[in-house]
């Protein structure tokens, strides 16, 4: 059983830094996939980031070079630095793992990738 709570959430002004935070918990965490997804009101899921256990990352187009996925193996945790950021990036933030041994037949960008979710953090860009 794998537990994951964000937090880190709240408003920023357009152009500014923010850091979400993702805490995990369970023994699966090092050799997980961890993403982070978010989702706006009246729109679907999309993905953001993603870290697999050796440390490859993938990025949504929309963020690459503006956010950073990291983790951190001792204290369990994932993170998502976000600079720069735009009105757009207003959404819930949504923290999850792919604990799974077996082949998922999806990639680090596809929500049935995840079996593991969190309860979001809002993050909201006013202009």
């Known amino acids: 059983q794998v537990q994951l709570v964000e937090s880190g959430g709240g408003l920023v002004q357009v152009g500014g830094s923010l850091r979400v935070s993702c805490a995990a918990s369970g023994r699966t965490f090092s050799r997980s996939l961890m993403g982070w997804f978010r989702q706006a009101p009246g729109k679907e899921r999309e993905f953001v980031a993603a870290?697999?256990?050796?440390?490859?990352?993938y990025y949504a187009d929309s963020v690459k070079g503006r956010f950073t996925i990291s983790r951190d193996y001792a204290k369990i945790m994932v993170y998502l630095q976000m600079i720069s950021l735009k009105p757009e990036d207003t959404a819930v933030y949504y923290c999850?793992?792919?604990?799974?041994?077996?082949?998922?037949?999806?990639?680090?960008?596809?929500?049935?990738?995840?079996?593991?979710w969190g309860q979001g953090t809002q993050v909201t860009v006013s202009s």
């Open positions: 870290i697999s256990s050796s440390g490859a990352t």
């Open positions: 999850a793992a792919d604990t799974r041994t077996a082949v998922v037949g999806a990639g680090p960008s596809a929500i049935r990738r995840y079996d593991y």
